[in-house]
């Protein structure tokens, strides 16, 4: 069952080991099948170089297990919950990666100092509110879920693709799995090249122009980035 999105989505999860992204059992990533709306997603607690895509775990939105062996991840309800709010995505990622959780553990939104973070996100890279002693206790995942759409309500989650959990680390996405991993690991860049803009004493974002130049020549109906269609 869904063997295409098994083999994209171990991939997906071997490329966040390739760039750095985690170490460890840190990490997951899933994809969304557009036509079952049955997600994919990674088993908990197995490792990397142990798994094989056929060790994918199949879950229906509502978190049961349709096929495999082994328990998802214990970040599925997390994702699952963003595929409820926002159905143009198709792929999630969470890691710990080191600067991006750098920033969610500071409690602090990564500012758009400049062009390179312009290019990925129309904005700001948001941190989410502290979860409460109640949302911790009961049905932490999901709550995980909802201060992170709670955080984006405003915002289409395909311009901003990424946010930090507050304490936590980055939840990244996309249209597909393959997209989602991109975010991260421009997300992590990103997240590095502001640690050392805040470590140099400058804090003033980019500006509204330069923003909107870099983000719309390669995102939305007029980008004019790359080689068009194929």
């Not at 895509?53 to 328990?71: C, H, L, S, Y």
């Not at 409820?84 to 750098?102: C, E, F, L, R």
């Not at 973070?117 to 509110?129: I, N, Q, W």
């Not at 597909?176 to 640690?195: Q, S, T, W």
């Amino acid at each position: 069952m869904l063997e295409k999105i098994k083999e994209t989505v171990y991939r997906a999860n071997l490329e966040l080991v390739n760039q750095g992204l985690v170490i460890h059992t840190w990490g997951n990533v899933s994809g969304r099948d557009e036509k079952s709306g049955l997600v994919v997603i990674k088993p908990s607690g197995v490792g990397y170089s142990e798994m094989k895509a056929e060790d994918m775990v199949v879950i229906d939105i509502e978190g049961k297990i349709i096929e495999g062996k082994f328990k998802p991840s214990t970040d599925s309800p997390t994702h699952l919950l963003l595929y409820k709010k926002w159905p143009s995505i198709g792929g999630i990622v969470h890691t710990h990666s080191t600067y991006a959780t750098s920033w969610a553990q500071a409690g602090r939104n990564i500012p758009a100092f400049g062009t390179t973070h312009a290019d990925h996100y129309y904005g700001e890279v948001p941190c989410t509110r502290k979860l409460t002693d109640q949302e911790i206790k009961f049905d932490y995942e999901v709550n995980t879920g909802k201060v992170i759409v709670e955080r984006l309500v405003h915002t289409d989650p395909l311009a901003v693709p990424s946010a930090l959990v507050n304490c936590h680390g980055p939840f990244c996405w996309g249209l597909d799995p393959g997209e989602a991993v991109y975010n991260a690991v421009a997300l992590e860049e990103i997240a590095r090249m502001a640690f050392y803009t805040v470590l140099l004493n400058h804090d003033k974002p980019i500006s509204k122009k330069l923003l909107d130049k870099h983000f719309l020549r390669k995102h939305g109906k007029n980008a004019y980035y790359g080689q068009g269609e194929k």
